[in-house]
């Protein structure tokens, strides 16, 4: 007879066999679940590609109820459901994208008991609606993603968690499971008391990746080194770059240079070419992605074997969390980050740049809300085409400056801003049968759009300038140019979808604006100075082992050297140098530069041909034939 504790352990493994397929769980996961599934508040800290998902997916499948699952990502829950539908479990998403009907539907589907796990985003809890339906929905855990979004402490901090503490108070007997992939110790203690969390159960996976091997390299000709890295290294990797223009540069060099399948990827790219490439990644053995770090949020591949940086990322969080997507199959990985002294003094540059003193701040600030006559205490319902141009000349301030407000108004949900391509929008204010009102040439051009574009007549309706164009043999930017003089004589609105935008969410406030807000602003700015402080020293030091650095900054002080990384191979060199790895290698067989290059993919290919033509000179090696190197017995 089993007991009862020897029973859930039991049930959860047979679970995991039946739906994922697996023997085991990773690491802490199942000491995660049975916390949960005893009904304990519960706080996972589990690094990128440590199966957090698992955590919440498979207790929802076994406790009676709907798993509420809080994430801010929509991108990430949408693959999420796409995942769990194709195991067979029901989930659902409500978002912002859903009409009246689908939103009804989603909500009696989980009243019926059909789903067993609902996302939604944190702003859901303030709609009325919802908190209004979740009153009749069982709920049998609440599990929030990327917690540490709560904390004040980093650049992610999302003021719509505070409203999670309040939201629970109305489910008092509903255990939590709060989950983050990076996140310092005083982070930690700021998500359990922020959410709540009673006497929560911590579980807290060690940071240390044995199986990658952390090379920081100072160089200046960068794309020589990646070149050479990609040609010794047939496999499939991520570089991450700082901007679209470096990702796509660089492409466009590996492919001049034979290397055809790379991609890049970054988010201007339309939403379908973006799946695109990512099912091309995650599908193939030998593809390279070199993008920014809008590539990789909840992207689960396997067998990543490296992932090099062209550039230094701005906090260690990001940079570790970057890393992570290499080795996750447990097989030894690579992951190069490539900087240089004038590099790491044009980033000082490019920060300090980017923020505004406070007299910036309010102005920017007012002419924002001046350019779209949104007067104190007042909110406008309408999308505005934002011209990033109009607002530097008329503040004279940077671009980076403007985006650095607008960015931080976004996150803390004062505004939307669109700053990527989606769908263009119309909503015609004229009626199909009052077409012969208007001037010949705007009549016979709506009817054009009425003809083309189903629905029009009675709601605003999405779609494609260049689709349109192509099928009814439009110049493009005429196309539009026509939109906006019927725009301007009142005949329809339009939006632009290769534009940015921008929709005001909450009314206009100077006092809190220039009060709680700036403060909120010069702190966060504050801290993403420290955070890259933190980086550099991490980047330019060389007496401590780079994995024990990042250890160390996440909290565990009893670290010891990883022994691969630059510093430690560095350190070791007395007892096992290149010559001595080039010695190893020929010990086995006869091999050309190219060969010992892949092999030895730690050292540039420079180092090792430099090092054979010592190892000639001195008579330890010889050449078996013109390009082929054996050791001289």
Known sequence: ?????????RLIHDTLKQFWGFDDFRSSQKNIILSLINGKDTLALLPTGGGKSLCYQLPAILLEGICLVISPLLALMRDQIDSLQALGIEAELLSSELDEFE????????????????????????????????????ISFIAVDEAHCIS?????????????????????????????????????????????????????????????????????????????????????????????????????????????NVDFFHAGLASGEKEKLQKKWISSQFHVLVSTNAFGMGIDKDNVRFVIHLSPSSTIENYYQEIGRAGRNGDEALVLMLWNPQELKYIDDTFQNQIPNKSEYQK???????????????????????????????????????????????????????????????????????????????????ELLFRNLPGLAIQKVHFSDLAFCKKNGFDLQNFKFKLLQLQKAGHLEYLDGSQHTIKFLKPRND????????????????????????????????????????????????????????????????????????????????????????????????????????????????MLNYKTYMLNS
């Open 1 to 9: 007879m089993l007991s009862s504790a020897e029973s859930q352990v």
């Open 103 to 138: 939103e009804e539907s989603v909500y009696n589907r989980c009243k019926s008991g059909l789903t067993k796990i609902l996302f939604i985003s944190p702003e859901r809890l303030q709609n009325q609606l919802f908190l209004r339906n979740i009153q009749e929905i069982d």
């Open 364 to 446: 920017i600030l007012t002419y924002l809300y001046s350019v779209f006559q949104i007067a104190d205490n007042d909110m406008s319902e309408k999308t505005f085409q934002l011209d990033l141009s109009r607002i530097k000349n008329l503040t004279k301030l940077s671009t980076a400056k403007i985006k650095n407000i607008l960015t931080f108004l976004n996150n803390q949900e004062l505004i939307y801003y669109k700053n990527n391509i989606s769908a263009s929008t119309i909503q015609s204010f004229v009626q199909s049968d009052e077409l012969e009102q208007l001037a010949p040439s705007d009549s016979y051009f709506m």
């Open 511 to 622: 006092r809190h604006l220039f009060g709680e807000y700036w403060s909120l602003f010069h702190n966060i700015q504050k801290n993403k100075l420290r955070k890259w402080e933190e980086n550099k020293f991490y980047i330019q030091d060389s007496d401590f082992c780079k994995m024990k650095l990042i250890l160390n900054y996440f909290g565990e002080a009893d670290a010891e050297n990883c022994g691969k990384c630059s510093v430690c191979r560095k350190r070791n060199n007395s007892k096992r140098t290149l010559s001595s790895d080039i010695a190893q290698q020929l010990s086995n067989r006869p091999m050309s530069l190219d060969e010992m290059a892949a092999s030895l993919n730690f050292y540039s290919k420079e180092s090792i041909s430099e090092t054979l033509i010592f190892l000639l000179d001195i008579g330890k090696v010889k």
């Open 152 to 260: 004040e402490w980093g650049s992610d901090f999302r003021p719509s968690y505070q409203n999670i503490k309040k939201f629970r108070q109305e489910f008092k007997n509903v255990p939590c499971l709060a989950l983050t992939a990076t996140a310092t110790n005083k982070v930690v203690k700021e998500i359990s008391a922020k959410l709540g969390l009673h006497h929560p159960q911590v579980f807290k996976q060690s940071f240390k990746r044995d199986n990658l091997n952390i090379i920081v390299e100072n160089t200046s000709n960068k794309y020589n080194r990646i070149l050479e890295f990609l040609r010794q290294n047939p496999s499939s990797g991520v570089i991450y770059t700082r901007t679209r223009r470096e990702a796509e540069e660089l492409t466009i060099f590996l492919k001049n240079n034979k290397f055809q």
